[in-house]
């Protein structure tokens, strides 16, 4: 069974930092991965997504994260930190051994917080 | 601005009464989604129907009786709920088949409260 470990249940960072949110997954066939980030009373919007093309992976707002299939890990980075940024963040894998359905399965989530 | 509309985007309701909640999308996509997701938790499956039919039904109780009409159209009918089932309600929609690669396309949702 596919699963996804997120590291850290809240992240704190200043303005301008570095941001670093953790993912670690567990499938037994190739999965596909996503980073989803939710605003307040918002829905999910899709940041990124690894579907086995280029293992670095480029998203919307100045994200990127990297897939790493020795250490099956799907990090999510940003260089500089912006108060916009403040968020839920879920990554999720759906592995592809499905048929035409797919169950994502999310991580517990990484909440974000940015001070000036 | 998202494709999946869901409506209404807030809803009280006694435990007595009867209501509904619609999601909307026209981006041709074949699967539709009905998640529920409590503070600070991640979503939680609830079903899942491909080309308008039920495929997964997460052991749901009763009180919650999706609906698909059409391939546009989600709703879920509410009848006798309890204060737990308040939440957030979310839909979304996938492509199915060979370019299905699980992305998951997410309404605002629709807030639930139950007195």
């Known amino acids: 069974a596919q699963s996804v470990t997120q590291l850290g249940s809240h992240v704190s960072v200043s303005e301008g930092a570095l941001v670093l949110l953790r993912c670690n997954y567990s499938?037994?066939?190739?999965?596909?991965l996503f980073w989803y980030v939710q605003y307040p009373n918002q829905g999910l919007q899709l940041l990124l997504k690894?579907?086995?093309?280029?293992?670095l992976v480029k998203g919307i707002n100045g994200f990127e994260a990297e897939f790493k299939k020795s250490e099956t890990s799907f990090h999510l980075t940003k260089p500089s930190a912006h108060m916009s940024d403040a968020a839920e963040y879920f990554c999720a894998v759906s592995d592809r051994s499905g048929g035409s359905n797919y169950k994502l399965t999310f991580g517990k989530g990484t909440l974000l917080t940015v001070n000036p | 601005d998202t494709e999946v509309t869901q409506t209404p985007k807030h809803l009280v309701m006694g435990m007595t009464n009867k209501k509904s909640l619609k999601c909307e999308q026209h981006m041709g996509h074949r699967a539709m989604y009905w998640y529920k997701q409590k503070a600070k938790k991640p979503p939680e499956l609830m079903f899942v129907y491909s080309y308008e039919k039920l495929s997964i039904n997460e052991s749901v109780p009763s009180r919650f009786s999706p609906e698909c009409p059409n391939s546009s159209l989600l709703n879920l009918h509410l009848h006798a709920l309890q204060p737990e089932d308040s939440a957030l309600y979310l839909c979304?929609?996938?492509?199915?088949?060979?370019?299905?690669?699980?992305?998951?396309?997410f309404g605002e949702g629709s807030r639930l409260t139950v007195l």
């Open positions: 979304a929609s996938s492509l199915l088949g060979q370019t299905n690669t699980g992305e998951l396309f």
């Open positions: 690894y579907t086995s093309a280029a293992t």
């Open positions: 499938s037994s066939v190739p999965p596909y």
